[in-house]
């Protein structure tokens, strides 16, 4: 049973990495805290049930219908407390959903930037109409028809659309501790960034500054919340980490030292030695063949 339930989840994870779309029905008799961990897939929910959403540096507990909209770049969890919880789940790349270049990225959209409301309340009506949605996707999903990506690009469109006609819910509850609460979504974002599985997808969040833009705050206030929770800089935590993923990198893997050093953000393979040398006192050419 286990065996089969590994290859399920692996059939399910190449599947979305191969169309970059999947949509199914969610149905949960007990409660448990789900924390989304794709940080390449964008997801829509729309369920009913009591439940307490954490997302960023806010909170929000609901006992009806909501619609979501989750941000693989903003890391939340959803804890569900009723013991009966329906309803449907839209996961899609952004490649997926962007036809040109000229695109604007969802990150700068209302329903998936950090400063948004992702999250509203939904009427019996619209929750009627929005289950058809999803219902049609599903059935869709398994034809063969020859323009299926752009039929699900347009239920993804009028679920968007539907939603941006909505008033946001205002009940989002601000932590009680809005530094630390920022510092775990920090430290949850960093921890995101990694393992390194390819060379041709790089570490993207490298400073600070790219953290707080990310979370969409002043890189002061980002900085300074840190410290105070963790007793050390944002910049201090984003180097271990680094390091960390240098050292199995050059432990585990064939990479040379320049896909190495590239693919965990530095220009030049010249920075990534020096920025070995300065934390480990040798360069990372010695500490592989030491570790070999």
Known sequence: MADQLIRSVSEFNNDLKLKGFNVFEIECDSSATRIY????????CLTTGQSIIHYADRSFEHN???LF?????????WETISTTYVGYTCLFSEDFLKLSDRSESLQNSPLFKLSGTPIFIISP?????????????????QTNYSYKDDLMRNYIHLIIHEALKLEPSQHFDQHKNAGSRLAAVFLELLERQFP????ARPLQLTTAQDYARSLNVHVNYLNRAVNEVTGKSTTAHIAERVLSEAKALLQHTDWNISDIAYALGFDYPSYFNNFFKK???????NFRLVMV
């Open 279 to 285: 934390f480990t006192g040798t360069n990372p050419r």
């Open 64 to 66: 009806d219908t909501v």
């Open 37 to 44: 961990s794709r940080k390449d897939f964008y997801k829509i």
């Open 69 to 77: 909209f989750g941000n693989p770049h903003v890391p939340y969890s």
């Open 196 to 199: 390194i599985e390819t060379i």
């Open 125 to 141: 009506q619209q929750r009627e109409f929005l289950n058809t949605i999803f219902q049609k996707m599903i059935e869709e999903q």
